[in-house]
């Protein structure tokens, strides 16, 4: 059965940093295409970062890159998100979710969440003075 945990969430002020992990179970991520999506207040989910089986693989939201990067450790089962410059609009709840590796990170990203049966309870990064 596929569950996600997802942590690291808390309270940051602007310009702070935040490292959120995700352990994945009822999967083999070694065979997974990975990615985090984010649900700001009143507002739909969307995907924000994901990484392909293949180095170099990655692909990023516009709101986010080059301030947040997207890491695996397989061996783990684990997924993670660095989060550096946080803004106000960052605020939100945090969710991973896989798919097959059939499909590169960016088509991942693409993908509506409605497409998606089973999610985490997120964790929540809220970015507050």
């Known amino acids: 059965q596929l569950q996600f945990v997802e942590s690291g969430g808390g309270l940051v002020q602007p310009g702070g940093s935040l490292r959120l992990s995700c352990v994945v179970s009822?999967?083999?991520?070694?065979?997974?295409?990975i990615a985090w999506f984010r649900q700001g207040p009143g507002k739909g989910r969307e995907g924000i970062a994901c990484i392909g089986s293949r180095s170099g693989d990655t692909d990023y939201a516009d709101s986010v890159k080059g301030r947040f990067t997207i890491s695996r450790d397989d061996a783990n089962s684990s997924a993670f998100l660095q989060m550096n410059g946080l803004k106000p609009e960052d605020t939100g709840v945090y969710f991973c979710?896989?798919?097959?590796?059939?499909?590169?990170?960016?088509?991942?990203?693409?993908?509506?969440?409605?497409?998606?049966?089973?999610w985490g309870q997120g964790t929540q990064v809220t970015v507050a003075s």
């Open positions: 979710q896989v798919a097959p590796a059939i499909m590169t990170a960016q088509r991942l990203c693409q993908r509506p969440p409605a497409s998606f049966r089973t």
């Open positions: 009822g999967v083999s991520l070694e065979r997974s295409i």
